[in-house]
């Protein structure tokens, strides 16, 4: 059996607490490695030795810290395809789809090559009488990531890069179900230039995520995860006096207004919710039409495009619209969520629970489900599936539709699909939620602008990658400067202000 340790101090390290877990593959049920869950020992040695590492890393000049990235970005290339066969047979998204994955997280590395640049700090001249006054943005020291499933290649990225940058060391957690992806990352950072110590990969489960959360070297931590874990991380981590965002689960409504082309809406939502099998925090699970026969248009033609959809294992190629959900555990829950579905009364318009793989029996596939007549009560509208299926709310009017996402709990993505300029500004205008589409199913930012969810989605007041990754892995220091003639004028006792 394939075993799976750490990356410690730019080498691969067996894992010494003699626990392990199971790393499946989801096409076939079948266990492929198991990857071993740190002691707080073990979190501890790499922690130390990143701390040793980073003050030299820091000293580099930004412009050097960069070509590390622009390396990184051409290995990332290079070796794309393995990247993507791994991600997937981990994962059990399709190829494409693992590559997008890996292309959204070298996008934020291409961005991070403008550390230089967003490094810079502010000055001002003259502030007072022979005083310069400025501002520079310094790195933590070590800080940490603890990552989900659903992204192993692009989360981690999101938050490496940015943090590694800007002259921080980084431990990386990411999510036991998918290890091997991030261990790649870090051994081509490595050959990209990276001294050792300054990338760690330590995996592990809870014991690992409390070890860095008491950890009294770790100055911040970046969490991507479900809510409940979101809330703990940030609640504990904080209370140790750490920086910490935490961004969450999602249920993101799509909203189609009578007026909208229903070719392209039902396009979209044939993408943003069944692709991945859903599993993606910027999913759409909520599509609400306004108006009746808008519904009923709606449902006359989303109905037979989910029947058809392909699903298979990433190993079909590019035959394949999704595939399995990732673990056992998952697979029963969205069963478990569509059969509550359909017992509080929603109509089962598709149903994919019988969906079975030919050759394929053990794996965790599900067809994809569409509800219809779904109400604000049912749990399959309250909680996030987080698999292929789609719940129509229908709305008599915008009021109504846009009342509904704005009570959800989540925040994290919502789209109208209109053409009506005034009904799109006016939605994007009061809706209360991180990342908001205009014809746009999944309006996911891109490595430049920043990335995150409000309410139950987020936590902390700073965004993923952007402008704010850099001022999440950063803190100012501001200097006022004055060089006397050497004449002492003695001392003075009031607060200096500038009147
Ligand atoms: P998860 O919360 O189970 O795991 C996330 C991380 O937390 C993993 O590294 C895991 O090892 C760790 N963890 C799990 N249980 C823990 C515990 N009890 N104590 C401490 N740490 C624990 O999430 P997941 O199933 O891997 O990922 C899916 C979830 O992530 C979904 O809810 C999805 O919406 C969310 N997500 C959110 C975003 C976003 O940016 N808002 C992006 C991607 C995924």
């Given at each position: 059996m394939k075993k799976i340790g750490h990356f410690i101090g730019g080498k691969h390290v067996e894992g010494t607490s003699g626990r392990f877990a199971d790393v499946y593959n989801p096409a076939t049920g079948e266990v492929q490695a198991q990857v071993a869950l740190a002691t707080r020992a073990e979190m501890r040695a790499a922690v130390e030795n990143a701390a040793a590492a980073q003050p030299a890393w820091a000293a580099q000049n930004p412009q050097k810290r960069a070509r590390v990235l622009m390396k990184f970005v051409d290995l990332l290339h290079r070796d794309m395809d393995k990247l993507a066969e791994a991600l997937s047979r981990e994962h059990g998204k399709t190829i494409p789809d693992a590559k997008g994955d890996v292309i959204r997280g070298l996008e934020v590395a291409e961005f991070c090559i403008g550390v230089p640049h967003l490094m810079k700090g502010e000055f001002t001249e003259?502030?007072?009488?022979?005083i310069d006054m400025y501002s520079m943005r310094q790195p933590l020291g070590v800080v940490a990531g603890i990552t989900p499933f659903n992204f192993p290649a692009m989360i981690p990225m999101w938050k490496f890069c940015p943090a590694i940058a800007a002259g921080n060391a980084f431990i990386l957690k990411p999510?036991?179900?998918?290890?091997s992806v991030p261990m790649m990352l870090a051994e081509l950072m490595l050959e990209a230039g990276l001294p050792a110590g300054i990338l760690n990969v330590v995996n592990g489960d809870k014991d690992s995520v409390d070890a860095i959360l008491d950890?009294?070297?770790?100055q911040a931590v970046g969490f991507v995860g479900s809510t409940a874990i979101a809330q703990y991380v940030y609640s504990r981590g904080c209370a140790a006096g750490k920086r910490v965002q935490c961004f969450g689960g999602a249920k993101n409504h799509m909203i189609i207004m009578p007026d909208a082309d229903m070719d392209q809406a039902v396009d979209a939502l044939i993408g943003a919710g069944y692709g991945a099998a859903g599993e993606?925090?910027?999913?759409?699970?909520v599509a609400v039409p306004v108006g009746e026969d808008t519904a009923n248009r709606l449902i006359e033609k989303l109905a037979p495009r989910v029947e058809a959809l392909k699903i298979g294992?990433?190993?079909?190629?590019?035959?394949?619209?999704f595939g399995p959900l990732v673990t056992k555990d998952a697979y029963t829950r969205v069963k478990g969520l569509v059969d509550k579905g359909v017992e509080q009364?929603?109509?089962?318009?598709?149903?994919?629970?019988?969906f079975k793989m030919q050759g394929y029996e053990n794996g965790y596939f599900i067809g994809g489900c569409l509800f219809d007549n779904?109400?604000?009560?049912m749990d399959i509208y309250k909680t996030?599936?987080?698999?292929?299926v789609l719940s129509v709310v229908r709305a008599k009017t915008y009021e109504e539709a846009i009342d509904l996402p704005m009570s959800h709990e989540y925040g994290n993505g919502a789209a109208i699909f209109t053409r009506d300029g005034d009904a799109a500004r006016d939605f994007s205008t009061r809706i209360n939620i991180g990342m908001v589409g205009i014809n746009v199913?999944?309006?996911?930012?891109?490595?430049?602008h920043t990335f995150g969810g409000w309410k139950k989605s987020g936590f902390g007041d700073l965004n993923q990658h952007g402008p704010d990754a850099f001022k999440f892995y950063t803190r100012t220091k501001t200097v006022t400067s004055r060089w006397p003639s050497g004449i002492k004028n003695g001392a003075e006792f009031v607060i200096p202000t500038m009147r």
């Amino acid at each position: 059996m394939k075993k799976i340790g750490h990356f410690i101090g730019g080498k691969h390290v067996e894992g010494t607490s003699g626990r392990f877990a199971d790393v499946y593959n989801p096409a076939t049920g079948e266990v492929q490695a198991q990857v071993a869950l740190a002691t707080r020992a073990e979190m501890r040695a790499a922690v130390e030795n990143a701390a040793a590492a980073q003050p030299a890393w820091a000293a580099q000049n930004p412009q050097k810290r960069a070509r590390v990235l622009m390396k990184f970005v051409d290995l990332l290339h290079r070796d794309m395809d393995k990247l993507a066969e791994a991600l997937s047979r981990e994962h059990g998204k399709t190829i494409p789809d693992a590559k997008g994955d890996v292309i959204r997280g070298l996008e934020v590395a291409e961005f991070c090559i403008g550390v230089p640049h967003l490094m810079k700090g502010e000055f001002t001249e003259g502030a007072g009488p022979g005083i310069d006054m400025y501002s520079m943005r310094q790195p933590l020291g070590v800080v940490a990531g603890i990552t989900p499933f659903n992204f192993p290649a692009m989360i981690p990225m999101w938050k490496f890069c940015p943090a590694i940058a800007a002259g921080n060391a980084f431990i990386l957690k990411p999510s036991e179900r998918d290890p091997s992806v991030p261990m790649m990352l870090a051994e081509l950072m490595l050959e990209a230039g990276l001294p050792a110590g300054i990338l760690n990969v330590v995996n592990g489960d809870k014991d690992s995520v409390d070890a860095i959360l008491d950890d009294e070297t770790i100055q911040a931590v970046g969490f991507v995860g479900s809510t409940a874990i979101a809330q703990y991380v940030y609640s504990r981590g904080c209370a140790a006096g750490k920086r910490v965002q935490c961004f969450g689960g999602a249920k993101n409504h799509m909203i189609i207004m009578p007026d909208a082309d229903m070719d392209q809406a039902v396009d979209a939502l044939i993408g943003a919710g069944y692709g991945a099998a859903g599993e993606r925090c910027m999913a759409i699970s909520v599509a609400v039409p306004v108006g009746e026969d808008t519904a009923n248009r709606l449902i006359e033609k989303l109905a037979p495009r989910v029947e058809a959809l392909k699903i298979g294992p990433y190993t079909a190629g590019n035959d394949v619209d999704f595939g399995p959900l990732v673990t056992k555990d998952a697979y029963t829950r969205v069963k478990g969520l569509v059969d509550k579905g359909v017992e509080q009364g929603a109509k089962l318009v598709v149903d994919g629970r019988n969906f079975k793989m030919q050759g394929y029996e053990n794996g965790y596939f599900i067809g994809g489900c569409l509800f219809d007549n779904v109400t604000k009560e049912m749990d399959i509208y309250k909680t996030e599936i987080f698999g292929p299926v789609l719940s129509v709310v229908r709305a008599k009017t915008y009021e109504e539709a846009i009342d509904l996402p704005m009570s959800h709990e989540y925040g994290n993505g919502a789209a109208i699909f209109t053409r009506d300029g005034d009904a799109a500004r006016d939605f994007s205008t009061r809706i209360n939620i991180g990342m908001v589409g205009i014809n746009v199913p999944i309006p996911v930012p891109l490595a430049y602008h920043t990335f995150g969810g409000w309410k139950k989605s987020g936590f902390g007041d700073l965004n993923q990658h952007g402008p704010d990754a850099f001022k999440f892995y950063t803190r100012t220091k501001t200097v006022t400067s004055r060089w006397p003639s050497g004449i002492k004028n003695g001392a003075e006792f009031v607060i200096p202000t500038m009147r």
